[in-house]
Antibody, heavy 125, light 109 residues
Framework: QVQLQQWGAGLLKPSETLSLTCAVYGGSFSGYYWSWIRQPPGKGLEWIGE???????NYNPSLKSRVTISVDTSKNQFSLKLSSVTAADTAVYYC???????????????????WGKGTTVTVSS | SSELTQDPAVSVALGQTVRITCQGDSLRSYYASWYQQKPGQAPVLVIYGKNNRPSGIPDRFSGSSSGNTASLTITGAQAEDEADYYC????????????FGGGTKLTVL
């Protein structure tokens, strides 16, 4: 059973860089999209970005200028960095495993089936 | 378009059937995946693909899609189904950008 364990600093000051890491236990690292999602207090989910095992990334256009997602395949870990944080970046941050299997239908398939427990990040001066 | 639209809130009587919908241009190209989130917990995948349930998800949860609309149906809603439900897909631009709906709060009366 695949599990994701995430960690990182929970309290930041404005302008600092958020840094989180997610470790993958119990499954293959290749063939998936390793993703970050966040949820501000009382609000919905926001997709931040993803990386695959070879290091190819996709980012939310609204965050792209501040986001870097990297991967360390030797440790089965992937990481999120978000620079120049403000109070608007206060949220619970989740890591997740994304998968896009072949579909014989006209529509494609994409889903995130394994999630970390979340890390609360607060930005406050 | 990168938007998925959901009704903010839906209610259902205990044991009855409820449908939660999600609309967006990307759903013409992608099946929606659906996530259940209870307070203080991480989201849990409940439906993916055409109508697939991960192991452990009760069969009262089902999914369907037509055109630009995806639906999550709970047949015989239980008290434990009260939660927020989010739809998700990739953007239809072809750039592999993920997108979530705004979420639907389901109340079981």
């Amino acid at each position: 059973q695949v599990q994701l364990q995430q960690w990182g600093a929970g309290l930041l000051k404005p302008s600092e860089t958020l840094s989180l890491t997610c470790a993958v236990y119990g499954g293959s690292f290749s063939g998936y999209y390793w993703s970050w999602i966040r949820q501000p207090p009382g609000k919905g989910l926001e997709w931040i970005g993803e990386i695959n095992h070879s290091g190819s990334t996709n980012y939310n256009p609204s965050l792209k200028s501040r986001v870097t997602i990297s991967v360390d395949t030797s440790k089965n870990q992937f990481s999120l960095k978000l620079s120049s944080v403000t109070a608007a970046d206060t949220a619970v941050y989740y890591c997740a495993r994304g998968y896009a299997p072949y579909s014989s239908d006209k529509k494609r398939i994409y889903y995130m089936d394994v999630w970390g427990k979340g890390t609360t990040v607060t930005v406050s001066s | 378009s990168s938007e998925l639209t959901q009704d903010p809130a839906v209610s259902v009587a205990l044991g009855q059937t409820v449908r939660i919908t999600c609309q967006g241009d990307s759903l013409r190209s992608y099946y929606a995946s659906w996530y259940q989130q209870k307070p203080g917990q991480a989201p849990v995948l409940v439906i993916y693909g055409k109508n697939n349930r991960p192991s452990g998800i009760p069969d009262r949860f089902s999914g369907s899609s037509s055109g630009n609309t995806a639906s999550l149906t709970i047949t015989g809603a239980q008290a434990e189904d009260e939660a927020d439900y989010y739809c998700n897909s990739r953007d239809s631009s072809g750039n592999h950008i993920g997108v979530f709906g705004g979420g639907t709060k389901l109340t079981v009366l």
